[in-house]
């Protein structure tokens, strides 16, 4: 997720006319858009609800993590949604607790399941953010943390965790009100380690958006920069266990590269899935890493405008990504050869508005995935989104009752 100033000043906007009138517009991740069809849905009295993030640990155990709007209370508050092989509830995340404030849960990982993080951002003021980490204790609950020294503002993109004492946390923080740079952290189970991270030259803004470990010394993260034309570019970074160094990642020339995900089914294996853009008109991108070398995989052509949020890969012959197509939803297969566009539900309001997106996917098994998102909220047009999930059971996908608080 780029934090450009633009970006921080809009998000601003949004916290302080949420915290002084008690409503907002709807607010959802920059460059998403789509997704599915719903069933009867658990939701009491929606608001405005997104899930940006998405682990599945096994076909019984999935969390997801968002954000919903609550008007009559004038704040944002971080979602968690918690999956049992049969149904979804909500787990309730720290910044609930506190109504004067806005948490934002951007993403969420297990590496066992007793250790569990989620993290984002968060405001305990309606100008910048700080980062925010909460780790699974029944409901979730923060972790100590300490913005890096001299920081104005930190956001925390993406986390993955291995086993029971070790997350990696990524992100961006800048020691003004605008810019940014790279940023990693290590959690060890019991405290934070900010860890050196390398720029690429000449960047003007960078941001580690999206993470994949294998171990605990093998982490393949992804970004995005902004060089001095103000162009945006994708770039790379490696964990080996004692230091982060940076990879050499081709970029579509002419356009702006986005990278938005990334996931690795085996060591020096890794596929990155995001979007290129001219003009208003994005394409999805994909590339991949093998044998220490990162290479723009062909995807299937679009008539629509379109990006790939999320993918997820539990093999070299399967991985599945997840975004928009227009204003619908978009998913795609790699099955070891090529990709192709896979058929996805759609719901019953694309006729209406659609205004439906996968943010995220992940795969247990080639017969069991779980992608989330958000989708139109027909029961209040003008207030935003409900929240979506779609399940792949091998031979389609079906939309699931999510929660809407």
């Keep these: 997720m ?60 999935c969390l997801t993590a968002g954000f919903y709007i609550a008007r009559a209370a004038g704040s944002i508050f971080g979602l968690s949604e918690l999956f049992n092989g049969h149904s979804w509830s909500t787990v309730t995340v720290s910044g609930l607790a506190t109504k004067a404030d806005v948490t934002d849960a951007l993403e969420v990982s297990c590496g066992a399941p007793t250790n569990c993080m989620i993290v984002g951002e968060h405001y305990d003021n309606p100008r910048l953010p700080v980062q925010f980490a909460d780790t699974l ?24 965790c291995v ?35 390398p720029n690429p030259a000449g960047a003007r803004l960078t941001d580690l958006s ?21 162009h945006f570019f994708g770039f790379g970074e490696h964990w080996d266990g004692t230091g982060w160094t940076l990879g050499s990642i081709p970029n579509v020339h002419g356009r702006n590269n986005v990278l938005n995900d990334v996931a690795c089914f085996a060591s020096g294996d890794c596929v990155a899935v995001g979007s290129t853009s001219t003009s208003g008109s994005q394409r999805p991108l994909v590339i991949s890493l093998h044998a220490g070398v990162w290479s723009i995989v062909g995807t299937p052509s679009l008539p629509r405008s379109a990006a790939l949020n999320g993918v ?17 939803p978009l998913a ?49 047009p003008r207030v935003g989104n409900h929240t979506l999930i779609e399940e792949w059971n091998g031979k389609g996908w079906r939309i699931q009752a999510s929660v809407n608080p």
């Excluded at 997104?50 to 682990?55: A, I, W």
Aim: proline share 4%; hydrophobic share 40%.
């Design 2 to 61: 780029i934090r450009t100033p633009a970006a921080i000043a809009a998000a601003a906007l949004l916290v302080s006319a949420v915290l002084a009138a008690g409503s907002t517009p709807a607010m959802a991740t920059p460059g998403h858009a789509a997704s599915h069809a719903l069933v009867s849905s658990p939701a009491v009295s929606g608001d405005d609800a997104t899930l940006t993030g998405l682990t599945c640990v096994s076909k019984s155990r």
């Design 137 to 160: 204790h029944r409901v979730w609950k923060p972790v100590k943390w300490t913005n890096p020294a001299g920081a104005k503002w930190s956001v925390l993109d993406d986390v993955k």
């Design 163 to 197: 086993g029971t004492s070790f997350c990696m946390a990524i992100g961006i923080f800048s020691k003004t009100s605008g810019g940014g740079r790279a940023l990693a952290e290590r959690w060890n189970g019991h405290s934070w380690r900010r860890l050196a991270t």
């Design 210 to 230: 999206a993470l994949s470990c294998q171990s605990a010394t093998d982490c393949q993260a992804v970004g995005v920069g902004r060089n001095s034309a103000g």
């Design 312 to 328: 997820s890969c539990p093999s070299s012959t399967f991985c599945v990504a997840a975004g928009f197509a227009g204003r619908g």
């Design 332 to 380: 795609e297969i790699w099955n070891g050869v090529r990709w192709a566009v896979f058929t996805v539900a759609h719901t019953p309001f694309r006729a209406l508005r659609p205004n439906d997106s996968l943010q995220h996917v992940s795969c247990v098994s080639v017969t069991h995935c779980e992608a989330a998102g958000f989708t139109y909220n027909a029961a209040r």
